[in-house]
């Protein structure tokens, strides 16, 4: 499939504000991103199999009332449920960014280890600060992990903003986790060994868990935003990282992006 024939659906409305980055980094890979009101897809004016990729993105939805996702992820369960269903089934891909993130674990379609995509097996809780964290943070993904979106990195850097972020779940949810490799990304220090303490781990997640897949790795939720580091510029660093030679020619959130849409591109 050309890469300019893929569609990437992504959902706005009720208090999500990350539309106009997740869309340039798409267009950006060199996919067609589609800015459709939640509203709009409920009422049918547009239908999930006309997209590729869907993205959950970050913003406050529903004011977090009730807690970070929940109405969000109540909406899309009761009313697109047999439209998403049949989206997983198609082996097309899904993120969640922070908010959307929180939205795919109240929804359960990570980590959906039992095949089932709409029971819920872990959380995003208050993070240990107790406190709202507007930072940036070092990551590191799993590379025998079956997740698309983070093929071929190491070590990434990108800014986290959210005051629900901490990565909760049982033992025995975890452990499954861990021998599956479905946790794609955590919070490291800069020697890239697992951050414990904070500021490292922002916000306390258990195990460093940043972001976790399903077994396909074709749907993958994380707190830190990579659509908000797609030039090099959106660094804070950026003037000391030009003097001293590190500057790239993308922001380390470009990646992602690209490993999707080159996916799509190579299976359908």
Known sequence: MKKSSIKVLVITGFGLNCERET??????AGAVPEQIHLNDLIAGKHKLDEYQFLTFIGGFSFGDHLGSGTVFANRVKFQLRDQLEKFVADGKLVIGICNGFQTLTRLGMVPALDGDYFSQHVALAHNDSGVFRDDWCTLKADPASPCVFTKGMDLVRLPIRHGEGKFVADDAVLDELEKRHLVALRYVNPDGSAATEFPANPNG?????????DPTGRIFGLMPHPEAFLSPFNSPS?????????SAAEGDGMKFFR???DFIAENF
């Open 23 to 28: 869309a340039a980094a798409c267009r950006a």
């Open 238 to 246: 950026w003037g000391a990282d030009k003097v001293a030679g590190r």
């Open 259 to 261: 490993n999707a849409i």
């Open 205 to 213: 997640s258990l195990r460093s868990i940043a972001g976790i897949c």
